[in-house]
Protein backbone atom coordinates (compact mmCIF):
# COMPACT_ATOMS: atom_id res chain seq x y z
CA UNK A 1 0.00 0.00 0.00
CA UNK A 2 1.15 3.95 -0.66
CA UNK A 3 0.00 6.98 -1.80
CA UNK A 4 -0.17 8.92 -4.55
CA UNK A 5 -0.47 12.71 -5.08
CA UNK A 6 -3.52 13.09 -7.54
CA UNK A 7 -4.54 16.48 -9.45
CA UNK A 8 -8.29 17.38 -8.82
CA UNK A 9 -10.83 19.79 -10.56
CA UNK A 10 -10.41 23.20 -9.49
CA UNK A 11 -12.91 23.66 -6.53
CA UNK A 12 -15.05 26.47 -6.31
CA UNK A 13 -14.84 30.23 -5.44
CA UNK A 14 -16.73 29.67 -2.35
CA UNK A 15 -14.61 26.08 -0.76
CA UNK A 16 -11.65 28.06 -1.49
CA UNK A 17 -12.21 31.22 0.11
CA UNK A 18 -13.35 29.22 2.93
CA UNK A 19 -9.93 26.54 2.26
CA UNK A 20 -7.69 30.42 2.72
CA UNK A 21 -9.82 31.25 5.93
CA UNK A 22 -9.22 28.08 7.26
CA UNK A 23 -5.40 27.98 6.84
CA UNK A 24 -5.22 31.41 8.53
CA UNK A 25 -7.14 30.02 11.38
CA UNK A 26 -4.79 27.24 11.23
CA UNK A 27 -1.50 29.85 11.30
CA UNK A 28 -3.50 31.52 13.95
CA UNK A 29 -3.57 28.63 16.00
CA UNK A 30 0.07 27.76 15.91
CA UNK A 31 1.17 31.04 16.94
CA UNK A 32 -1.01 30.98 19.84
CA UNK A 33 0.65 27.96 20.92
CA UNK A 34 4.10 29.72 20.67
CA UNK A 35 2.52 32.83 22.84
CA UNK A 36 0.96 30.31 25.27
CA UNK A 37 4.21 29.21 25.45
CA UNK A 38 5.46 32.59 26.49
CA UNK A 39 2.56 32.94 29.07
CA UNK A 40 0.61 35.05 26.78
CA UNK A 41 -2.99 34.86 25.98
CA UNK A 42 -3.11 34.51 22.41
CA UNK A 43 -6.64 36.12 22.47
CA UNK A 44 -6.13 38.99 24.59
CA UNK A 45 -2.58 39.41 21.99
CA UNK A 46 -4.54 39.33 18.85
CA UNK A 47 -7.85 41.72 20.04
CA UNK A 48 -4.66 43.97 20.76
CA UNK A 49 -3.07 43.72 17.58
CA UNK A 50 -6.04 43.95 16.11
CA UNK A 51 -7.18 47.19 17.87
CA UNK A 52 -3.57 48.63 17.74
CA UNK A 53 -3.75 48.41 13.90
CA UNK A 54 -6.85 49.65 12.73
CA UNK A 55 -8.35 50.50 16.39
CA UNK A 56 -8.02 54.66 15.91
CA UNK A 57 -7.30 57.00 13.04
CA UNK A 58 -3.84 56.97 14.36
CA UNK A 59 -3.48 53.04 13.77
CA UNK A 60 -4.84 53.09 10.48
CA UNK A 61 -2.48 55.30 9.71
CA UNK A 62 0.56 53.57 10.84
CA UNK A 63 -0.77 50.41 9.18
CA UNK A 64 -1.36 52.86 5.87
CA UNK A 65 2.49 54.12 6.55
CA UNK A 66 3.98 49.90 6.68
CA UNK A 67 1.54 49.53 3.38
CA UNK A 68 3.27 51.79 1.29
CA UNK A 69 6.68 50.50 0.49
CA UNK A 70 5.25 46.83 0.68
CA UNK A 71 2.66 47.71 -1.79
CA UNK A 72 5.97 49.12 -4.01
CA UNK A 73 7.91 45.93 -3.76
CA UNK A 74 5.21 43.81 -3.87
CA UNK A 75 4.19 45.28 -7.30
CA UNK A 76 7.84 44.95 -8.33
CA UNK A 77 7.83 41.19 -7.27
CA UNK A 78 4.13 40.71 -9.21
CA UNK A 79 5.33 42.25 -12.37
CA UNK A 80 8.05 39.70 -12.57
CA UNK A 81 6.07 36.61 -11.49
CA UNK A 82 3.78 37.66 -14.46
CA UNK A 83 6.62 36.47 -16.74
CA UNK A 84 7.87 33.17 -14.40
CA UNK A 85 10.35 35.33 -13.15
CA UNK A 86 11.07 34.91 -9.70
CA UNK A 87 12.57 38.37 -8.29
CA UNK A 88 13.68 37.70 -4.94
CA UNK A 89 15.95 41.25 -5.31
CA UNK A 90 12.87 43.51 -4.09
CA UNK A 91 15.20 43.93 -0.39
CA UNK A 92 18.59 45.29 -2.41
CA UNK A 93 16.76 47.17 -4.76
CA UNK A 94 14.94 48.75 -2.19
CA UNK A 95 18.17 49.94 -0.91
CA UNK A 96 19.12 50.95 -4.67
CA UNK A 97 16.26 53.28 -4.67
CA UNK A 98 16.63 54.70 -1.23
CA UNK A 99 20.98 55.01 -2.31
CA UNK A 100 19.53 56.65 -5.33
CA UNK A 101 17.12 59.25 -3.67
CA UNK A 102 19.93 59.81 -1.16
CA UNK A 103 22.41 60.58 -3.22
CA UNK A 104 20.29 63.61 -4.78
CA UNK A 105 18.97 64.88 -1.47
CA UNK A 106 22.48 64.88 0.09
CA UNK A 107 24.40 66.28 -2.92
CA UNK A 108 21.67 68.58 -4.90
CA UNK A 109 21.39 72.16 -2.97
CA UNK A 110 17.68 73.50 -4.24
CA UNK A 111 14.70 74.55 -2.38
CA UNK A 112 12.65 73.83 -4.81
CA UNK A 113 10.56 71.08 -3.75
CA UNK A 114 9.23 69.85 -6.79
CA UNK A 115 12.83 69.84 -8.62
CA UNK A 116 14.33 67.75 -5.49
CA UNK A 117 11.35 65.46 -5.08
CA UNK A 118 11.08 64.44 -8.70
CA UNK A 119 14.80 64.13 -8.93
CA UNK A 120 14.94 61.69 -6.13
CA UNK A 121 12.60 59.78 -7.99
CA UNK A 122 14.18 59.24 -11.03
CA UNK A 123 17.40 58.62 -9.59
CA UNK A 124 15.60 55.71 -7.14
CA UNK A 125 13.55 54.36 -10.41
CA UNK A 126 17.34 54.39 -12.29
CA UNK A 127 19.14 52.80 -9.50
CA UNK A 128 16.87 50.21 -8.93
CA UNK A 129 15.98 49.52 -12.27
CA UNK A 130 19.77 49.19 -13.39
CA UNK A 131 20.25 46.65 -10.14
CA UNK A 132 17.20 44.68 -11.22
CA UNK A 133 18.65 44.84 -15.04
CA UNK A 134 21.82 42.87 -14.24
CA UNK A 135 20.46 39.81 -13.13
CA UNK A 136 17.97 40.38 -15.89
CA UNK A 137 20.56 40.50 -18.67
CA UNK A 138 22.31 37.80 -17.32
CA UNK A 139 19.03 35.50 -17.16
CA UNK A 140 18.50 36.65 -21.17
CA UNK A 141 21.62 36.39 -22.62
CA UNK A 142 23.24 33.42 -20.35
CA UNK A 143 20.32 32.28 -18.87
CA UNK A 144 21.71 32.58 -15.31
CA UNK A 145 19.38 31.42 -12.89
CA UNK A 146 17.94 34.66 -11.58
CA UNK A 147 16.87 33.16 -8.18
CA UNK A 148 20.44 33.46 -7.46
CA UNK A 149 21.31 36.50 -8.71
CA UNK A 150 19.17 38.61 -7.28
CA UNK A 151 19.12 36.91 -3.60
CA UNK A 152 22.86 37.31 -3.79
CA UNK A 153 22.58 41.16 -4.84
CA UNK A 154 20.78 41.75 -1.83
CA UNK A 155 23.66 41.33 0.50
CA UNK A 156 25.45 43.95 -1.98
CA UNK A 157 23.14 46.21 -2.15
CA UNK A 158 22.54 46.55 1.58
CA UNK A 159 26.01 46.56 2.69
CA UNK A 160 27.07 49.36 0.38
CA UNK A 161 24.65 51.24 2.09
CA UNK A 162 26.48 50.65 5.41
CA UNK A 163 29.73 51.18 3.31
CA UNK A 164 28.45 54.88 2.92
CA UNK A 165 26.98 55.65 5.96
CA UNK A 166 29.59 54.41 8.12
CA UNK A 167 31.72 56.46 5.43
CA UNK A 168 31.80 58.88 3.53
CA UNK A 169 28.11 59.99 3.96
CA UNK A 170 27.99 59.29 7.84
CA UNK A 171 26.59 62.53 9.83
CA UNK A 172 29.67 64.23 11.36
CA UNK A 173 26.80 66.12 13.68
CA UNK A 174 25.55 62.42 14.43
CA UNK A 175 26.86 61.49 17.52
CA UNK A 176 28.82 58.40 15.90
CA UNK A 177 25.64 56.92 15.13
CA UNK A 178 25.65 55.16 10.99
CA UNK A 179 23.34 57.34 9.67
CA UNK A 180 23.83 60.33 7.43
CA UNK A 181 22.72 64.13 8.22
CA UNK A 182 19.11 64.73 7.85
CA UNK A 183 17.47 65.50 4.24
CA UNK A 184 16.14 68.96 4.30
CA UNK A 185 12.17 70.07 4.53
CA UNK A 186 12.84 70.23 0.12
CA UNK A 187 13.32 66.48 0.30
CA UNK A 188 10.68 65.44 2.43
CA UNK A 189 7.15 64.15 1.16
CA UNK A 190 3.69 65.72 2.02
CA UNK A 191 2.48 64.65 4.83
CA UNK A 192 -1.52 64.27 6.07
CA UNK A 193 -4.06 64.04 8.85
CA UNK A 194 -1.32 65.38 11.61
CA UNK A 195 -0.42 61.95 11.36
CA UNK A 196 3.19 59.95 9.41
CA UNK A 197 0.75 59.08 6.31
CA UNK A 198 2.98 60.77 3.53
CA UNK A 199 2.13 61.22 -0.30
CA UNK A 200 4.37 58.10 -0.90
CA UNK A 201 0.68 56.25 -0.01
CA UNK A 202 -1.23 57.35 -3.17
CA UNK A 203 1.69 57.00 -5.45
CA UNK A 204 1.51 53.74 -4.09
CA UNK A 205 -1.97 53.01 -5.24
CA UNK A 206 -1.44 55.45 -8.43
CA UNK A 207 1.76 52.79 -9.26
CA UNK A 208 -1.18 50.09 -9.02
CA UNK A 209 -3.42 51.68 -11.28
CA UNK A 210 -0.92 51.70 -13.75
CA UNK A 211 0.36 48.17 -13.69
CA UNK A 212 -3.14 46.70 -13.80
CA UNK A 213 -3.72 48.76 -16.69
CA UNK A 214 -0.38 48.00 -18.63
CA UNK A 215 -0.23 44.10 -17.47
CA UNK A 216 -4.39 43.75 -18.52
CA UNK A 217 -5.33 46.33 -20.96
CA UNK A 218 -2.27 46.60 -23.35
CA UNK A 219 -1.05 44.21 -26.16
CA UNK A 220 2.51 44.05 -24.07
CA UNK A 221 0.79 42.91 -21.02
CA UNK A 222 -0.56 39.93 -22.86
CA UNK A 223 2.68 39.41 -24.16
CA UNK A 224 4.74 38.98 -20.84
CA UNK A 225 1.72 36.84 -19.61
CA UNK A 226 1.66 34.83 -22.98
CA UNK A 227 6.27 34.48 -22.18
CA UNK A 228 5.40 33.27 -18.65
CA UNK A 229 2.68 30.22 -19.27
CA UNK A 230 3.80 29.32 -22.29
CA UNK A 231 7.40 30.54 -23.68
CA UNK A 232 7.70 27.94 -26.58
CA UNK A 233 4.55 29.47 -28.07
CA UNK A 234 5.77 33.28 -27.56
CA UNK A 235 9.08 32.42 -29.32
CA UNK A 236 6.67 31.11 -32.31
CA UNK A 237 4.43 34.24 -31.99
CA UNK A 238 7.30 36.12 -32.75
CA UNK A 239 7.74 37.88 -29.35
CA UNK A 240 10.84 39.26 -28.78
CA UNK A 241 11.79 36.91 -24.99
CA UNK A 242 14.98 38.39 -24.47
CA UNK A 243 14.36 42.03 -25.20
CA UNK A 244 10.92 41.37 -22.62
CA UNK A 245 13.29 39.80 -19.70
CA UNK A 246 15.20 43.10 -19.64
CA UNK A 247 12.60 45.21 -19.57
CA UNK A 248 9.97 43.67 -17.32
CA UNK A 249 12.98 43.00 -14.80
CA UNK A 250 13.75 46.55 -14.96
CA UNK A 251 10.12 47.99 -14.09
CA UNK A 252 10.42 45.44 -11.52
CA UNK A 253 13.63 46.58 -9.90
CA UNK A 254 12.28 50.39 -10.60
CA UNK A 255 8.77 49.69 -8.54
CA UNK A 256 10.86 48.18 -5.27
CA UNK A 257 13.23 51.36 -5.50
CA UNK A 258 10.37 53.45 -5.16
CA UNK A 259 9.90 52.03 -1.87
CA UNK A 260 13.19 53.06 -0.81
CA UNK A 261 12.68 56.65 -2.20
CA UNK A 262 8.86 56.77 0.00
CA UNK A 263 10.47 55.36 2.65
CA UNK A 264 13.69 58.00 2.61
CA UNK A 265 11.49 61.27 1.92
CA UNK A 266 8.23 60.03 3.53
CA UNK A 267 9.41 58.25 6.80
CA UNK A 268 13.13 58.46 7.70
CA UNK A 269 14.35 61.30 6.32
CA UNK A 270 17.80 60.26 6.28
CA UNK A 271 19.78 57.28 5.03
CA UNK A 272 20.20 55.04 7.96
CA UNK A 273 21.26 51.55 8.33
CA UNK A 274 18.34 48.65 8.36
CA UNK A 275 16.04 51.16 6.65
CA UNK A 276 13.90 48.22 5.76
CA UNK A 277 12.37 45.52 8.65
CA UNK A 278 12.26 43.17 5.37
CA UNK A 279 9.81 44.80 3.31
CA UNK A 280 12.00 43.53 -0.12
CA UNK A 281 11.23 39.61 1.50
CA UNK A 282 7.34 40.18 2.51
CA UNK A 283 6.52 41.19 -0.66
CA UNK A 284 7.31 37.78 -2.08
CA UNK A 285 4.78 36.43 0.10
CA UNK A 286 2.45 39.29 -1.29
CA UNK A 287 3.34 39.01 -4.37
CA UNK A 288 2.20 35.28 -4.54
CA UNK A 289 -0.78 35.42 -1.77
CA UNK A 290 -2.42 38.31 -3.68
CA UNK A 291 -2.02 35.69 -7.23
CA UNK A 292 0.21 38.55 -9.48
CA UNK A 293 -2.97 40.76 -9.11
CA UNK A 294 -1.87 44.27 -8.72
CA UNK A 295 -5.45 45.30 -6.72
CA UNK A 296 -4.54 41.98 -5.07
CA UNK A 297 -1.45 43.15 -3.96
CA UNK A 298 -2.82 46.35 -2.50
CA UNK A 299 -5.08 44.16 -0.39
CA UNK A 300 -2.53 41.62 0.76
CA UNK A 301 0.11 44.40 1.66
CA UNK A 302 -2.69 45.90 3.93
CA UNK A 303 -3.06 43.27 5.74
CA UNK A 304 0.75 42.78 6.36
CA UNK A 305 1.03 46.41 7.44
CA UNK A 306 -1.40 45.40 10.09
CA UNK A 307 0.33 42.53 11.03
CA UNK A 308 3.28 44.71 10.74
CA UNK A 309 1.80 47.20 13.60
CA UNK A 310 0.04 44.34 15.37
CA UNK A 311 3.40 43.30 16.03
CA UNK A 312 4.87 46.67 16.93
CA UNK A 313 2.18 46.44 19.42
CA UNK A 314 3.11 43.59 20.42
CA UNK A 315 6.42 44.21 21.54
CA UNK A 316 5.71 47.09 23.52
CA UNK A 317 2.69 45.43 25.63
CA UNK A 318 4.67 41.87 25.67
CA UNK A 319 8.18 42.31 25.54
CA UNK A 320 8.13 39.93 22.05
CA UNK A 321 11.31 40.10 19.48
CA UNK A 322 10.55 41.41 16.74
CA UNK A 323 11.24 38.03 15.35
CA UNK A 324 7.70 37.03 16.17
CA UNK A 325 6.70 38.88 13.15
CA UNK A 326 8.66 36.92 10.99
CA UNK A 327 6.76 33.23 13.09
CA UNK A 328 3.84 34.70 12.33
CA UNK A 329 4.60 35.73 8.40
CA UNK A 330 6.40 32.31 8.12
CA UNK A 331 3.50 30.06 9.26
CA UNK A 332 0.74 32.08 7.57
CA UNK A 333 2.70 31.59 4.55
CA UNK A 334 3.50 27.35 5.15
CA UNK A 335 -0.26 27.41 6.14
CA UNK A 336 -1.61 29.31 2.57
CA UNK A 337 1.10 27.41 0.44
CA UNK A 338 -0.23 23.88 1.62
CA UNK A 339 -3.78 25.05 1.14
CA UNK A 340 -3.15 26.07 -2.29
CA UNK A 341 -1.59 23.03 -2.87
CA UNK A 342 -4.49 20.74 -1.28
CA UNK A 343 -6.86 22.92 -3.49
CA UNK A 344 -5.19 21.72 -6.41
CA UNK A 345 -4.19 18.15 -5.70
CA UNK A 346 -5.40 15.33 -3.36
CA UNK A 347 -4.03 12.30 -1.66
CA UNK A 348 -5.06 8.76 -2.87
CA UNK A 349 -3.98 5.31 -1.59
CA UNK A 350 -2.94 2.39 -4.17
CA UNK A 351 -2.45 -0.90 -4.20
CA UNK A 352 1.09 -2.08 -4.83
Not at 235 to 245: D, Q, T
Request: proline content about 3%; aromatic content about 14%.
Amino acid sequence: MKFKLVKKSPVSGIKSILTTLLSIFIALLISGIFLTFADINPISAYKDMLIESVGSVYGITETLVKTTPLIFCGLGVAVAFRMHLWNIGAEGQLYMGAFGASLVALHLNTDSHFVMITLMFISAIFFGGLWALIPGALKAIYNVNETIVTLLMNYIAILWVDFLIYGAWKDPKGFNFPISAEFTSAARLSEYFDSRLHSGFFLALLCALLVFIIIEKTVWGYEIKVIGSNPKAAMYAGINIKKNIILVMFISGALSAIAGFSELAGVQHRLQHAISPGYGYTAIIIAWLAKRSAFGVVIVSFLMGMLFVGSDSMQIYYQLPVAMVSVFQGLILFSLIVAEFFKEHKIVMVKE
